[in-house]
Nanobody, 114 residues
Framework: VQLQASGGGLVEAGGSLRLSCAASGITLSINNMAWYRQAPGKRRELVAGISRAGSTNYADSVKDRFVISRDTAKKMVYLQMNNLKPEDTAVYYC?????????WGQGTLVTVSS
């Protein structure tokens, strides 16, 4: 199983980014997928998740701004991030939970300038 995250970068406050996670070696429809983030000096936290059935959940801090989605045919998971704030600055990680255990991607850095 491999999870390859991409799409991070530097953006001004109020801007948007879309993160992508390319998954190989798994079938998305039988795995729970999620995006986590870790800011400097802080613990890793759940940002958004999408279940096997396609239901989604979000951290309160990103509700109404971020949208998680997936394309099962392409084996891709996305995180559309809108109205970004400086406090969204972090390394964002793709995560899988399912049969056989869990996996983390390598992380992609998002920096939001004020």
């Amino acid at each position: 199983v491999q999870l390859q995250a991409s799409g991070g970068g530097l953006v001004e406050a109020g801007g948007s980014l879309r993160l992508s996670c390319a998954a190989s070696g798994i079938t998305l429809s039988i795995n729970n997928m999620a995006w986590y983030r870790q800011a400097p000096g802080k613990r890793r936290e759940l940002v958004a998740g999408i279940s096997r059935a396609g239901s989604t959940n979000y951290a309160d801090s990103v509700k109404d701004r971020f949208v998680i989605s997936r394309d099962t045919a392409k084996k891709m998971v996305y995180l559309q991030m809108n109205n970004l704030k400086p406090e969204d600055t972090a390394v964002y990680y793709c995560y899988r939970e399912g049969l056989g255990g869990t996996n983390w991607g390598q992380g992609t850095l998002v920096t939001v300038s004020s």
